[in-house]
């Protein structure tokens, strides 16, 4: 059984940054994404990175140009930074991956090709 943990969140006035955390009990290549919902609303892919090699990191419009997903190789991490937060942004945020092999590989962001998720962490942004 794979566990994932995200870490990081929190509560931030608008404008602000937050920095989320995803470590997996496995280290193995792998399409990592962060989801998330906020009450009442569908879960949203926000971004996704291949761990295992060269890709180009995958961004919801909603966030482009403000959240930056990268893999932290000394932590064994990938984590999400997220500057010029809005409310908004406001939401439980999950990490969620599955196993992928290969030199590149194009890693989505629909919730339904993911095999593995974390129980998320809050981020509230104020306005």
């Known amino acids: 059984q794979v566990h994932l943990v995200e870490s990081g969140g929190g509560s931030v006035q608008a404008g602000g940054s937050l920095r989320l955390s995803c470590a997996a009990s496995?280290?193995?290549?792998?399409?990592v994404a962060w989801f998330r919902q906020a009450p009442g609303k569908e879960r949203e892919g926000v971004a996704s990175?291949?761990?295992?090699?060269?890709?180009?990191?995958i961004y919801a419009d909603s966030v482009k140009g403000r959240f930056t997903i990268s893999q932290d190789n000394a932590k064994n991490t990938i984590d999400l930074q997220m500057n010029s937060l809005k409310p908004e942004d406001t939401a439980m945020y999950y990490c969620?991956?599955?196993?992928?092999?290969?030199?590149?590989?194009?890693?989505?962001?629909?919730?339904?090709?993911?095999?593995?998720w974390g129980q998320g962490t809050q981020v509230t942004v104020a306005s």
């Open positions: 969620a991956a599955y196993w992928a092999y290969g030199g590149s590989f194009y890693c989505g962001i629909r919730s339904s090709e993911y095999h593995y």
């Open positions: 496995e280290p193995r290549t792998a399409c």
């Open positions: 990175v291949y761990t295992g090699g060269r890709s180009t990191p």
